[in-house]
């Protein structure tokens, strides 16, 4: 287990309005949160005022992540890798682009975001759960899942993290997290699917007793 940042460049390069987000009077808090938890169009590709505000392709975003996994992990062809949370798979298109004959797999609780997946991956995503994962033992040499596991209840949590451990070879994940008051307070006002306002050590508390001993990371509003 290693703390390995493959996240804050891309995470930093999207500027946010806390204040205005949570000051918004078309869509008070309670009720964006309530939109983007039905994880559908208002989630992925409705207002900005409620979440990404149209969660489309861009050549190359996902490039550099998937370029750090592939040398971490020593990822070759033939390699099985899967995308927890993986929405509409932009992340496993760009791996697959840039190490031909890797196999890729993804899994979402999204409906809508596998109906407006790139079309290249779209038959490689299951609908499906972190907290149950529909693969064998050790069947994947990289599990991973950005940006996903904080949205979940402590008991769904819980066995997330254990399912990653159970499938994967290696593993790696990103969750949001907070150093201090000021990360804090931008993390509730930012947030409109968290589940879990956990320090770092509380997320490494998670980790021990779980069993999960993959590598991770934590993006920060700072």
Request: proline share 5%; net charge negative; charged share 25%.
């Amino acid at each position: 287990m290693a703390y390995l940042d493959l996240m804050t460049p891309l995470h930093k390069a999207t500027s946010r309005d806390y204040l205005a987000r949570v000051n918004d009077r078309e869509y008070p808090k309670p009720r964006a949160a309530e939109l983007a938890k039905q994880w559908g169009f208002d989630y992925w590709d409705g207002d900005r005022r409620i979440n990404y505000g149209g969660y489309k392709y861009i050549p190359g975003r996902w490039a550099p992540v998937a370029k750090l996994m592939i040398e971490k992990y020593n990822l070759m062809p033939g390699s099985r890798v899967l995308d927890v949370g993986c929405g509409k798979g932009f992340q496993i298109y760009e791996l697959s682009q840039l190490l031909p004959g890797v196999i890729v797999r993804g899994i979402d609780i999204s409906t809508y975001a596998i109906e407006n997946a790139h079309q290249d991956v779209k038959h490689l995503i299951d609908h499906g759960t972190a907290a149950e994962l529909p693969y064998p033992d050790k069947y994947f040499d990289l599990v991973f899942s950005i940006n996903t596991l904080h949205n979940l209840h402590n008991r769904e949590l819980d066995r997330a993290l254990r399912e990653m451990h159970r499938v994967g070879k290696h593993q790696y994940l990103c969750v949001e997290s907070y150093r201090n008051e000021l990360e804090k307070t931008n993390l509730l006002y930012w947030q409109v699917t968290c589940e879990q306002f956990n320090t770092p050590e509380d997320w490494e508390w998670w980790f021990k007793n779980t069993g999960f001993d993959g590598d991770y990371s934590f993006i920060y509003f700072e």
